[in-house]
């Protein structure tokens, strides 16, 4: 099969889909965050974290579901954290989520190094069990679509827009995200809101790392590899919109899986192909930056992201 063959084939359609969970879950957070007004580079982190916190379950109880709850418990938990250190503490969000994102790199190697005798990666762990058999790309795409973490993202895309825009607890998300003091003086509890939002957000953003760990079948130390990053940025260029946001982590995604395909069509490549992603966010971001003020479609951020209520 030709490069362009295999660019527009079905199983390219999968591997984008498969790949866009981890992207999706992690932007989905960084909207959930940054709309109620609490900046957050913690997305590489937390989905590290999950990641492992969602094998390890697995690895002590058989369960997937067990590790899927860990995962999204461990994202939650770091959320509320990062929220709490910003938020109630007043520390610089930029600082607190770096400190995340080291701890995490960090961190996640020592647990590996004390369970599993390896600081590298895990033992293998089965995830959810693959629907269906087949090696042709229409089987691979009616299993990518059914899989269980596939379908709770899809879902999540949906019940954000949905949140955000339609109930009491979104309206007063996105007050905090425009204007902490004024969402303040009608009595909305300013610090309370970012702390669920933020929590919520790193719960969603865990299971972007379960996901990643489950479809490689192991946790491998690093094994984000940049897709925090990533998923920010795309949530800048989707102007903090839940939907948009997903649509922007499917384009990146897409990349991801392209770049594997050149690889396989032509070794030599490889390592240029590996670039798509990241020289793709870079030209995204400069272009948005360069509209900014001139009808970008990205829009404009949170007027009160990174203020505080009083």
């Given at each position: 099969?030709?490069?362009?063959?295999s660019?527009l084939?079905?199983?390219?359609l999968?591997?984008?889909?498969?790949?866009?969970?981890?992207?999706?879950?992690?932007?989905?957070?960084?909207?959930?965050?940054?709309?109620?007004?609490?900046?957050?580079?913690?997305?590489?982190?937390?989905?590290l974290?999950?990641?492992?916190?969602?094998?390890?379950a697995?690895?002590a109880?058989?369960?997937?579901?067990?590790?899927?709850?860990?995962?999204?418990l461990?994202?939650?938990?770091?959320?509320?954290?990062?929220?709490?250190?910003?938020?109630?503490g007043?520390?610089?969000?930029?600082?607190?989520?770096l400190?995340?994102?080291?701890?995490a790199?960090?961190?996640?190697?020592?647990v590996?190094?004390?369970?599993?005798?390896?600081?590298?990666?895990?033992?293998?762990?089965?995830?959810?069990?693959?629907?269906?058999?087949g090696a042709g790309?229409?089987?691979?795409?009616?299993?990518?679509?059914a899989?269980p973490?596939?379908?709770?993202?899809?879902?999540?895309?949906?019940?954000?827009?949905?949140?955000?825009?339609?109930?009491?607890?979104g309206l007063?998300?996105?007050?905090?995200?425009?204007?902490?003091?004024?969402?303040?003086?009608?009595?909305?509890?300013?610090?309370?809101?970012?702390l669920r939002a933020?929590?919520?957000g790193?719960?969603?953003?865990?299971?972007?790392?379960?996901?990643?760990?489950?479809?490689?079948?192991?946790?491998?130390?690093?094994?984000?590899?940049?897709?925090?990053?990533?998923?920010?940025?795309?949530?800048?260029?989707?102007?903090?919109?839940?939907?948009?946001?997903?649509?922007?982590?499917?384009s990146?995604?897409?990349?991801d899986?392209?770049q594997?395909?050149a690889?396989?069509?032509?070794?030599?490549i490889?390592?240029?192909?590996?670039?798509?992603?990241?020289?793709?966010?870079?030209?995204?971001?400069?272009?948005?930056?360069?509209?900014?003020?001139?009808g970008?479609?990205?829009?404009?951020?949170?007027a009160?992201?990174?203020?505080?209520?009083?």
């Amino acid at each position: 099969m030709s490069a362009l063959g295999s660019l527009l084939s079905l199983t390219m359609l999968a591997q984008t889909l498969r790949m866009a969970v981890p992207y999706a879950c992690a932007g989905l957070g960084g909207v959930w965050s940054e709309r109620s007004g609490v900046v957050n580079i913690a997305l590489e982190g937390i989905l590290l974290s999950g990641g492992l916190a969602g094998v390890v379950a697995q690895v002590a109880t058989g369960s997937a579901l067990a590790g899927v709850a860990a995962a999204a418990l461990v994202g939650a938990a770091i959320g509320a954290l990062h929220a709490l250190v910003v938020v109630s503490g007043r520390v610089d969000a930029i600082v607190s989520g770096l400190a995340v994102n080291l701890v995490a790199a960090g961190g996640t190697r020592y647990v590996l190094r004390a369970l599993y005798d390896s600081s590298s990666n895990s033992p293998p762990v089965a995830g959810f069990p693959a629907l269906g058999g087949g090696a042709g790309g229409l089987a691979l795409l009616a299993r990518t679509c059914a899989d269980p973490l596939t379908l709770l993202t899809a879902g999540l895309v949906v019940a954000t827009a949905w949140t955000l825009l339609r109930t009491r607890f979104g309206l007063q998300v996105r007050a905090c995200g425009e204007d902490p003091a004024a969402a303040a003086s009608v009595g909305v509890a300013v610090e309370r809101v970012r702390l669920r939002a933020v929590a919520l957000g790193g719960a969603i953003c865990g299971l972007g790392g379960v996901a990643l760990a489950f479809d490689q079948h192991q946790f491998q130390a690093g094994m984000s590899g940049g897709r925090g990053f990533i998923a920010l940025a795309a949530v800048i260029l989707s102007g903090w919109r839940p939907g948009r946001a997903a649509a922007a982590c499917l384009s990146f995604a897409a990349l991801d899986a392209a770049q594997i395909v050149a690889q396989d069509q032509a070794r030599a490549i490889g390592y240029l192909a590996q670039m798509l992603p990241y020289a793709a966010t870079l030209a995204a971001l400069w272009a948005v930056a360069r509209r900014r003020g001139q009808g970008a479609l990205a829009g404009q951020p949170p007027a009160g992201l990174g203020r505080h209520a009083d």
